[in-house]
């Protein structure tokens, strides 16, 4: 079915790598008119290419950025929260710098979004949001993932809330929760692991692979479309089994 998407206005968070990039795109392709921030301005200058030609850097821990930059895009149908840290170590390994940055990024970031331009969705009656949580902390504990896990378990309760307060508004409110996906991010984390980082990744992965960050971005590309219209305040699990 092409053309999903096609007159809707899409706003999107950690749009120049991983998942935020792949929504961009899908969202892209299936015709809605995209507008992508990062601070990764080179990357996201990459993305004109895949049909993504409103680009923007947006520190999404600046309150007066995001606001000023609601202002300046308008009414938007689509908002996608991507934008996500992932801390490494238990409490003990946990500072209160590292506490609160993950959470400014990993939730307060939304929260700003949120203020930023649910109203725009208000005035027009509808609206679909769509945020970046995960299978960990929401369905499932994992090591190591001490105050990541509380910073998306978070995300859950504060998408359930939104579509709480809106469900008779026109706006649907919902989460993604991923398990382990192949993007620069994790890689990343695997490389600093040393040899065969990657390998240990796969290994916990009961179908034997990781996801990719395209498998993330078509169920974007549902929430965020007509097809999903009774379809609000649900974290929805995308893990390849992890969580069984």
Known sequence: MPDRLKGKRAFVTAAAVGIGRACAVAFAREGATVIATDIDEKNLALLSKDGVSDVA???VRDT???EAMAKHVGKVD?????????????????????????????????????RAFLPGML??????IINIASAAGVFK??????VYGATKAAVAGLTRAVAADYI???????????????????LGRAAAL???GREMFVSR???????????????AVYLASDESAFTTGVAHIIDGGWTL
Request: with cysteine; aromatic share 6%.
């Open 194 to 196: 040393g040899e065969g």
């Open 168 to 186: 008779t508004k026109g706006i649907r409110c919902n989460c993604i929760c991923p398990g382990t996906i192949e993007t620069p991010s994790m």
């Open 141 to 146: 504990a994992a090591p190591n993932r001490y």
């Open 205 to 219: 992965q009961p179908m034997g692979r990781l996801g990719t960050a395209d498998e993330i971005a078509s169920l």
């Open 78 to 114: 689509i908002l996608l929260n991507a934008a996500g840290f992932v801390h490494h170590g238990t409490v003990l390994d946990c500072s209160d710098a590292d506490w609160d940055f993950s959470f400014d990024l990993n939730v307060k970031s939304m929260h700003r979004t949120l």
């Open 123 to 128: 005035d027009a009656g509808q609206g679909s």
């Open 57 to 59: 850097r947006l520190d």
């Open 64 to 66: 007066a950025a995001v």
